[in-house]
């Protein structure tokens, strides 16, 4: 049990397109979503946190008009990058907890070459 | 605030030998404590956890106890194996209610045959 996945996997774009990236609790509701950002041989950098139905919670340093979150069901976040640059280019992590747990689960990742 | 680390890597072993990975924290209350691994290409996977003092976890033969008078949650097993290569992750949880995770930077395996 407690399976998320993400779509898609891997993605390349050109310079100043939007890309969506869907993260997915398949058999749980999950009252929150964590979005994560991952550069090469480095650690997670926390993005954002969402709970379903209200306004994504942002880190320091993050735009949130540049990375929108959106936490439309229990089951479903999206994280678009818009007008994305080369230097968007990384590996997105969703993780999604059930109500009252701390333990994550995690999606496999995306991984978005902007050109 | 909360913080995690862990010892720098890579760690290199030859399969069969014992792993240590090293992982100490600071929080303010009384965190829960994870262990993720990442194999190459993929998201993270949870390990093992932690709730309380003493408390030991364990899954696929690696260990890792929650020690509060050293504030250390070092990962151990006893018998890597080549398949184990990935890179692991310390983590703490608040309890405190808002969930929000801290991770170490990573710590790179490489088991050699």
């Known amino acids: 049990g407690a399976v998320v996945s993400q779509h898609p996997s891997w993605v390349i774009c050109k310079s100043g397109t939007s890309v969506k990236i869907e993260c997915r609790s398949l058999?749980?509701?999950?009252?929150?979503m964590f979005w994560y950002r991952q550069f090469p041989k480095q650690s997670l950098m926390l993005m954002a946190t969402?709970?379903?139905?209200?306004?994504?919670?942002?880190e320091q340093g993050v735009e949130k008009d540049k990375f929108l979150i959106n936490h439309a069901s229990l089951t479903l976040s999206t994280l678009t990058v818009t007008s994305a640059h080369p230097e968007d280019s990384s590996f997105y992590i969703c993780?999604?907890?059930?109500?009252?747990?701390?333990?994550?689960?995690f999606g496999p990742g995306t991984r978005l070459l902007v050109l | 605030g909360n913080s995690v680390t862990q010892m720098e890597g890579p760690v290199t072993l030859s399969e069969e030998a014992f792993l240590t990975i090293n992982c100490t924290y600071t929080?303010?209350?009384?965190?829960?404590l994870f262990w993720y691994v990442q194999y190459p290409g993929e998201g993270l996977q949870l390990l093992l956890k932690?709730?309380?003092?003493?408390d030991k976890g364990s899954n696929k033969g690696f260990e890792a106890t929650y020690r509060k008078e050293t504030t250390s949650f070092h990962l151990e097993k006893g018998s890597v194996q080549v398949s184990d290569s990935a890179v692991y992750f310390c983590?703490?949880?608040?309890?405190?209610?808002?969930?929000?995770?801290?991770f170490g930077r990573g710590t790179s395996l490489i088991v050699h045959p």
């Open positions: 993780s999604a907890t059930q109500l009252a747990s701390e333990t994550q689960y």
């Open positions: 058999d749980f509701q999950a009252t929150t």
């Open positions: 969402s709970n379903e139905g209200s306004k994504a919670t942002y």
């Open positions: 929080a303010t209350g009384y965190p829960s």
């Open positions: 932690a709730t309380k003092a003493d």
């Open positions: 983590a703490l949880s608040d309890q405190g209610g808002s969930y929000i995770p801290t």
